[in-house]
């Protein structure tokens, strides 16, 4: 079991940057795949990037490709999404998941976080 707590959410203007951070703990963290998912009210969980337990290869939905940036530091026991150029329908609570490969559906991940809360103005 790998525990997930998920911060850096907040409020920005549409084209504003924001970096969520993942903090994890629990026994062999570097080899999980890490993953970022979103979920607005009324729509269904979304897959948004995923990285490898290497960090080697990463994953992205097509509509945050060239504006997010997933990354992890196992060092730090953690993984971030950098988020550039937010747009109002980025406007997610955005959860951070692990599991021992990478997946787009989110009922392969053995363990989420909590979920942070971002909100992107117009």
């Known amino acids: 079991q790998v525990q997930l707590v998920e911060s850096g959410g907040g409020l920005v203007q549409a084209g504003g940057s924001l970096r969520l951070t993942c903090a994890a703990s629990g026994r062999t963290f570097s080899r999980y795949a890490l993953a970022w998912f979103r979920q607005a009210p009324g729509k269904e969980r979304e897959f948004v990037a995923a990285i490898t337990w290497s960090g080697g290869s990463t994953y992205y939905a097509n509509s945050v490709k060239g504006r997010f940036t997933i990354s992890r530091d196992n060092a730090k026991d953690a993984a971030y999404l950098q988020m550039n150029n937010l747009k109002p329908e980025d406007t997610s609570v955005y959860y951070c998941?692990?599991?021992?490969?990478?997946?787009?559906?989110?009922?392969?991940?053995?363990?989420w976080g909590q979920g942070t809360q971002v909100t992107v103005s117009s």
């Open positions: 998941a692990a599991a021992v490969t990478w997946a787009y559906s989110p009922r392969q991940y053995d363990s």
